[in-house]
Structure formats: structure tokens, C-alpha cells
DNA sequence: CAGAATATGTAGCGATTGCTACAATGTCTG
DNA sequence: CAGACATTGTAGCAATCGCTACATATTCTG
């Protein structure tokens, strides 16, 4: 019988967990789909995480980690040469389709974080962390000041964002044309 | 006995539903507590409004109009002299801890809203559109161009908004500090 | 090999979920 | 007043919830 045993743990199981919530959601996932998808049994999940609020804390974090891994494996090959040219790159990766689910996912754990669920707002904090570090590192070569700019293009990108999941893409887009390209600071 | 019969109807009944959805969150609310919240019965709830998703729904709707005539009557007695000044009116109104309960809730439909519950995105859309129409009536007079420049100042409001919910207020005013001063068309 | 510790299956508990069947009140219209 | 219709209470159903008790298997340790 050359079959091993399966050894399951957490490191094991977190990532088929993260997969199944990226397609389903958070906040409305129960024990025994979470851990169908997972290929055990809610019995299980609750021996290796102890309850679900913890199961929940260590998911977000575990995706915490997929969004930082993933922002390192997506340096551009070339520097943008404006800031509006980094804003628009990094916008298009964002609402990429190959992105939703990550981005439903994301708004909610937003909303999570607002109301104070335990583990949503430093999964979140930690994600926001990441992200603006890897802006800074995008930020066009000659930016006369990349890491306040970094901060600048990050918060209207999250507000383009949102105002995007409303049904508001167009009034972002008339904001970042009528906003950004007068603050666009990148020597030409 | 003067006591008249409640004779209870979807009007009568959601603003009671409405406030215990601010102090409870939507999701996770079940029949049950909204219906003691409002002084009646599951059973009366589901008579009135045919299920729980269209009684979200109406909810949904009645909390955007609300929050519409909520922005009608806080309009500015005078009017700012710069879109910094602006921003920073509008902001400083939306993180008053009297706006906290409905924030929560904000941050919630617009996870809703990204899932593509129904109701949830016609209601944010409502509620943007709203808000978008009352910053315009708020720009400075001289705004050499109020349409755009509300746009902006709004996807700046929102990204500044999310960042403070997950802990990065700091974030946000770097990057205010270091992009609306430079983009402040207001003549001086 | 014996016993301890770890890992897993089976079965179920009490609570809550949205919703319904049925009956009993009203209240309004003819 | 009679009957139609609108409103409401009582009771409960099938499903799901997080979680646990108990027994069993497996593996590690002495």
C-alpha cells in the first residue's frame, strides 16, 4: 500500500480553505463546506484551529501572505515614466478578471474590519501595508517625491476602486482625469 | 381603551428595521431580532414583505433615502474657498462617530455590492450618485471646474475613507498632503 | 511489546435559520 | 347582518449552525 497518509494540519489545509473562500465568501462559509473543500470534516477543522473564529483569523492571514507573494512576483519589467502611466497600470492589474475574486473578497474584508470581527482589520492593515510598499517601489524613476506620491496614487486608486464595485467606474475615471493629471508632479 | 390598533405596513415598519440594521449589521441580521426590533413577529415580516431578500431589498432602499435627505439638510452654510478646504470639511464629517454606525454599514453594502447580492448595488449607487450631486453644491465658487473637480475630491474622499477603516489613516493623509495641495486648481 | 499521545470517524445536541400551515381575529363592503 | 378580505398569533418543519461526547484507529515512546 503505497499510499501515504494524508497528514493533514493547518499548513495543509489553509490553502485549499483560502481557494474555496476566494469562490465563496467569508463571512457566509460554514464548517462543513469549508471543510468539504478541504477534503475532510468539520470535526476536523475544529481539532486543528480549535473553533472557527480561529480558523477565520489564521484564513485571513494565510491570504494575507498569498497577496504579499503575489505583489513579489508582479514587478513590472519596466518603471513607468509618469505617475498617471503608474496609476493606470496598477489599476488595470487590479480590475483584471483574473483579480475578482480576490477583490470581492477583499470588500469584504473591509467591512469586516470596519465592524471589528477579530482578524479582519489586521489581515487587512497588513494587505494595505504590503501593497503601498510595492507601489513605492513602482513609482516612476524621476518622482520628485515617490513615497508621498506612492501614499497620493494608493488612495485614489482605493477610492477608483470602490467607487468601480458601486457601478461608479465613470466617476472616478472624470475624477482621476480632472485631478490627477493636474497634481501629475513627474518631470516630462 | 384609546389605544388605537399600530396597524403596522413596509412604511411604518422600516424605519424601525433601519436602525436596528445600523447598530447590528445587515448580513448577519435574522428575522427574528429584526422583527422584535420592530415590534412584531417573523411571521408579520415575511406577511409584509414576501422574504427576507426582498425586505433587504426595500431596506436597502429606504436606508439610501435616508441617507439622501440626511445630505440635503447638511448643506454648508458657506461655502469653502479651496478644494483642500473642501475635502477636509466633507471628511472630517464623515469620520464624526454620529456617521460611525452608518459607515460600518456602508462598508458592508459595498461588499455586498462587489458580491452582487441584490439590492446591495443599487442602493450604493443610489447613495454615490447622492453624494456626488451634494460635494458638487459644495465646491468652492471660484472652482475653475466644479463637475470634475467633485469627481476627484470624491474618489479622494473614498480611497481615504477605506484606508482609515483598515487602520491606514496615516496612509491616506501622506498621500492627501502630498497630491490634493499640488492639484488644488482653486484660484487664491 | 505496552502504554501514551495523536489523529480521525460517527453520531448527535441544542440553537437558530427562513418560512409555512392553520386557525383565529378583526374590518370593510354588500 | 353576511360574507369577503385583510391582518395576526400559534406552532412547527426541515435545514443548517458551531461544536462535543465517545469510540476507534494510528503512531510514537519507553
Chains 1, 2 share one sequence.
Not at 470534516?41 to 507573494?69: C, P, W
Not at 508621498?148 to 457601478?167: D, I, K, P, Q
Request: charged share 20%.
Amino acid at each position: 500500500m503505497p499510499s501515504s497518509k494524508p497528514q493533514m494540519s493547518k499548513e495543509t489545509l489553509l490553502p485549499k480553505l483560502a481557494a474555496h473562500v476566494l469562490n465563496h465568501g467569508l463571512g457566509g462559509a460554514s464548517l462543513r463546506p469549508l471543510a468539504e473543500a478541504a477534503g475532510t470534516s468539520d470535526r476536523m477543522l475544529i481539532y486543528h484551529f480549535g473553533n472557527k473564529e480561529q480558523l477565520v483569523a489564521d484564513l485571513l492571514e494565510h491570504i494575507a501572505g498569498i497577496y504579499s507573494t503575489a505583489l513579489d512576483a508582479a514587478l513590472a519589467a519596466e518603471r513607468p515614466t509618469s505617475r498617471k502611466e503608474c496609476f493606470e497600470r496598477i489599476l488595470e492589474q487590479g480590475q483584471h478578471p483574473m483579480m475578482q475574486p480576490f477583490m470581492v473578497l477583499w470588500w469584504e474584508i473591509v467591512a469586516g474590519s470596519a465592524r471589528g470581527i477579530p482578524g479582519y482589520r489586521e489581515a487587512a492593515d497588513a494587505m494595505m501595508t504590503k501593497q503601498l510598499a510595492w507601489l513605492e517601489t513602482q513609482m516612476p524613476e524621476n518622482d520628485p517625491d515617490p513615497a508621498g506620491g506612492a501614499r497620493y496614487l494608493m488612495t485614489l486608486l482605493e477610492g477608483t476602486l470602490m467607487l468601480g464595485v458601486v457601478g461608479h467606474t465613470h466617476t472616478a475615471n472624470a475624477g482621476i482625469e480632472a485631478g490627477l493629471l493636474a497634481s501629475d508632479l513627474t518631470p516630462s
